[in-house]
């Protein structure tokens, strides 16, 4: 029985390398590829080139940090989402990235806008929510029965209009029984009620 050999000589640039430089090809006698890893990526980057094809740069990380295809930035690995699929066991986008384009197709999924859609609206509201007229706009309401987008509100007004149950009279009643307006409904019959004049 031959003992293999710890290193592999590149057939493309003629260098000594260890067996882990090359990628596996279980048709070839030692079970490696020809060429190193680094050989062939680069023989495929001139190939896609020559075809038209549009392809990313190579850029130079530090161990235990990443590049982000959407931002350009690197990062460290604690920045990015696990995905096992992947060759390095982490996404292909930061954690960052995965945020803003979650938001982005939330809107378009929930609501069929998109962020520019949102942001002229709290551009026309002023920056504030409709109803306390204090607190940033942050939250998009929209009626639950047509799916209509009303406009974009602060997070306890959202809340609050959603927990009165987007009924206008139950709001009026909030708002009447906030000023001080006492009414107290009569039964007039089973389950119906009339409220005093």
Not at 81 to 87: D, V
Not at 112 to 136: N, W, Y
Request: aromatic share 4%; charged share 30%.
């Amino acid at each position: 029985m031959t003992e293999r050999a710890e290193t592999k000589r590149c057939a493309r640039c003629g260098e000594e390398k260890p067996r882990a430089a090359f990628a596996v090809r279980r048709s070839n006698l030692d079970g490696l590829q020809r060429e190193c890893r680094e050989c062939a990526a680069d023989y495929h980057r001139r190939r896609q080139l020559a075809l038209g094809k549009n392809v990313r740069p190579r850029v130079e990380v530090p161990e235990g940090y990443k590049h982000c295809r959407r931002c350009g930035e690197i990062k460290p690995n604690s920045e990015w989402h696990r995905n096992s699929t992947a060759s390095d066991g982490l996404s292909t986008r930061c954690k960052a990235c995965r945020a803003v384009e979650g938001r982005a197709g939330h809107l378009k999924r929930q609501y069929g806008i998109t962020e520019d859609d949102r942001d002229r609206m709290i551009a026309e509201q002023k920056g504030l929510c409709v109803i306390c007229l204090s607190a940033p706009a942050v939250h998009v309401d929209h009626c639950h029965l047509t799916g209509r987008v009303r406009g974009v509100l602060c997070f306890n007004c959202n809340s609050a209009i959603g927990k009165l149950g987007d009924d206008p009279d139950t709001v009026r009643r909030a708002a009447a029984y906030l000023e001080g307006t006492s009414w107290k409904p009569i039964l007039v019959a089973p389950g119906v009620y009339q409220l005093p004049s």
